[in-house]
């Protein structure tokens, strides 16, 4: 068979069709972002409702124009067990309904593109389509049946990388992307969009000053674990 044909992404918007089928696809009970909207209020939208919010987000994309309330989050902290000491804090960055389906539209068409030009491993299984821990649980029991079969040596390592979204530099997302194949303006366009910058507040203290985000990938998003596993990809080859 042939090389197939590479076709650029982004040459235009998402579609109609795109956005309501994601729209629908979104669990209703997870939460919004500062400005209260939430998943099930937009899914109970009218179709003339959600054919204007898409015309205003495709304005937006064409214009290259990030809105001012996109780039607020809310910081909720969680436990990570039973301390209640910041160190054991997890740091939930809730955002915008609108803003979190428009780029996971994003970023579902780059990664349907690595998939489909094998640029992605096929020992990933992590946040992609049709694969997670129980295909990876069937990688690893075949790798292990197979090396007793042959008497061979196994090793095996395992990884945990402490604050491995929190700490993440902008300029080295944008380089993972771009590693990955990833052409600068379209691995720009999530950043545009605030997800690797904004202004933060916390939940739980209202009274507080902003806080400027400065780097990090924001965590429970649907968009930190690809370049997040990326950025630690490129440190495990060095």
Request: with cysteine.
């Amino acid at each position: 068979m042939g090389e197939s044909r590479r076709v650029p992404l982004f040459t235009a918007p998402p579609s109609l069709d795109q956005f309501t089928v994601i729209l629908h696809d979104k669990a209703g009970h997870s939460s919004g972002g500062p400005s209260g909207l939430q998943y099930k209020q937009v899914q109970n939208w009218s179709p003339a409702m959600v054919s204007e919010a898409y015309n205003c987000l495709v304005t937006m994309w064409t214009q290259h124009h990030t809105p001012d309330a996109w780039k607020w989050k809310w910081i909720v902290p969680i436990p990570k067990g039973t301390s209640d000491t910041i160190q054991e804090m997890r740091p939930i960055m809730l955002m915008e309904v609108l803003r979190k389906l428009w780029t996971r539209l994003i970023v579902k068409q780059i990664t349907t593109s690595l998939q489909k030009h094998g640029v992605l491993s096929l020992n990933k299984h992590g946040y992609l389509p049709k694969r997670g821990t129980d295909t990876a649980n069937l990688q690893l029991l075949n790798t292990l049946e197979t090396a007793w079969d042959e008497q061979r040596s196994l090793y095996g390592c395992s990884w945990d990388m402490k604050k491995t979204f929190d700490s993440v530099s902008k300029p080295l997302i944008l380089r993972c992307w771009q590693r990955l194949g990833v052409h600068r303006p379209v691995a720009c366009r999530p950043r545009r969009s605030g997800l690797y910058n904004g202004i933060l507040r916390v939940s739980t203290a209202s009274d507080t000053s902003p806080l400027t985000q400065s780097a990090g990938l924001a965590k429970a998003t649907f968009i930190a674990p690809l370049p997040g596993s990326q950025c630690s990809t490129s440190f495990s080859r060095c």
